[in-house]
């Protein structure tokens, strides 16, 4: 989240796998505007809606079950300032969200953890966090 501080202040955020939601809910701490959660674990569901209820931040929120490839095949451009992604290690669902982006960026920033040994493609910021990897992609600004 370090890397990202500076832009959280009023963004509109996107929490992919969301798991608990503790990403989006940290996100919001730090003055996120709002977060999207995208999870489809019934257990997650369960302590996420829980997490959100504990946080009172229902107002700020709104929770998604369902898979989260086909809600990002169906977000529009820049929809979202910034999308978080911690897909299941070993799955190539994160190579499809990162694909999804690459060819519509739905978010102005796209950050993902990873396995270290997850190859992704070059062109974003990297960053080692314990056994895990962060890799920011950031859409390019253009020229007008």
């Known amino acids: ?23 989006g809910l940290e996100a919001l701490s730090r003055g996120a505007r709002y977060c999207d959660f995208v999870e489809n674990g019934p257990a997650a569901i369960h302590s996420l809606k829980a997490n959100v209820a504990a946080m009172r931040t229902g107002k700020k929120t709104r929770i998604f079950d369902r898979d989260a490839i086909p809600f990002v095949e169906r977000i529009t451009q820049l929809a979202y300032d910034i999308a978080f ?6 799955s190539r669902k994160l190579d499809r969200i990162v694909k999804r982006w690459l060819e519509q960026p739905f978010s102005r920033i796209l950050a993902v953890e990873h396995a270290p040994e997850h ?8 960053k080692r966090v314990g056994d895990s990897q962060i890799t920011v992609f950031r859409v390019k600004p253009t020229l007008e």
């Open 119 to 126: 190859a992704l493609p070059r062109g974003a910021r990297t």
């Open 85 to 90: 992604a911690d897909p299941p290690y070993g």
């Open 1 to 23: 989240m370090d890397l990202l501080k500076d832009e959280l202040k009023d963004a509109r955020c996107l929490d992919l796998f969301a798991g608990t939601g503790a990403i």
